[in-house]
């Protein structure tokens, strides 16, 4: 048996009951196969693969918080340190009932390479928590995230471990744990990203991830002789990344017609208005369903369904695994050109493999959604440096940092043998720089 698929089987065997995990390491692994083989037995005997694979430090703990009624609560935080090869350990905080240690897990590995990707010196880490946000008053959320911040503040710092927002976790929470942060410590550190432009954060921010999605996906549409001008779009979920993805997609020229979130979704055929997506989501917080009172002509449906609006390109923005083999074939059917994941992990790797096998343009998430992490980077920057910079400086280097990353997961997938698949364009590009730390630094 190859050492990748000795590896692969080690994971799956001692890490029970963590499917994502499970899907992201075989995911990775499989598309190394051509550059271990280079060097296996030297790898084999380092035991690169298993160092790879193991996080440095995983940490998992309680949060007691107390609701508005008096009632106490107890939820379970996470942090898992994955890999700092590179530099200080980088990934969000997720707070979200679907949270467990392999969700984390899956998240702070994928973290890895996406961060290597960026070119920056961050390494890889994810964390977060099994608290739902959804429906909590803003004292509750106070509540917990100060009381999670008490603990997780023992294992992170502005050159050790630097999280940053995710699913559940927005401006309001990075603020509340930056407070208790700075509280405990009685320091004020670049320890958080996603801050508020008062103390600290950095403009493009909110905008990164769902630009810098369209910025890679531009640029490989112009590599291949074309361009978002003119192209219809389905986009979903209705979150962060979607709202910013639907936003510069449509100053691009592109027309994008549906957004979605857990409970439904919407079909405008003349363009979804950012606007009114934005009032809802951001200012009531509130249901897409809200939705038909500004866009009396719009559909809403409940469930899920996107995927079978016929479209030029399509960008799953939601969550992970949310795209499967189905709905690929559906998209396909109709016509889909190219597909580039907003989300992390949202394609099934049966709908992965589905599209590279038709040949429609693949853009896995470790490449086309890194331009959140990257602009939180550029946010530790300033943070480090005591600088601010304009909206225009931020996004002018996000923009070349989604490039650069294009130009060099297809120049990897090149090398290799794959031309045209990212998906092992990404793993390997990123992995190549990872490993050429690892293997200076020792066996540590």
Known sequence: MSYVDDVIEEVIRENPNEPEFHQAVREVLDSLRPVIAENEEKYRRDALLERLVNPERQIKFRVPWIDDNGQ????????????????????????????????????????????????????????????????????????????FMSELCKYIGADTDVPAGDIGVGAREIGYMFGEYKKIRGMFAGVLTGKGVPFGGSLARTEATGYGLLYITEEMLKCHGTSMEGKTVVVSGAGNVAIYAIEKAQQMGAKVVTCSDSSGWIYDPNGIDVAVLKQIKEVERKRLTEYLKYRPDAQYREGRGVWQIPCDVALPCATQNELTLDDAKQLVANGVYAVAEGANMPSTAQAVDYFLEQGILFLPAKASNAGGVATSALEMSQNSERLHWTFEEVDHKLREIMVDIYHNIDEAAKQYGKEGNYVDGANIAGFLKVMNAMNAQGIV
Do not use: W
């Open 72 to 147: 106490a609560h107890v939820n379970t935080g996470y942090r898992v340190q994955f890999n700092s090869a590179i530099g200080p350990y980088k990934g969000g905080l997720r707070l979200h009932p679907s949270v467990n240690l392999g969700i984390i897990k899956f998240l702070g590995f994928e973290q890895i390479f996406k961060n290597s990707l960026t070119g920056l010196p961050i390494g890889g880490g994810k964390g977060g928590s099994d608290f739902d946000p959804k429906g909590k008053s803003d004292r509750e959320i106070m509540s917990f995230c100060q009381n």
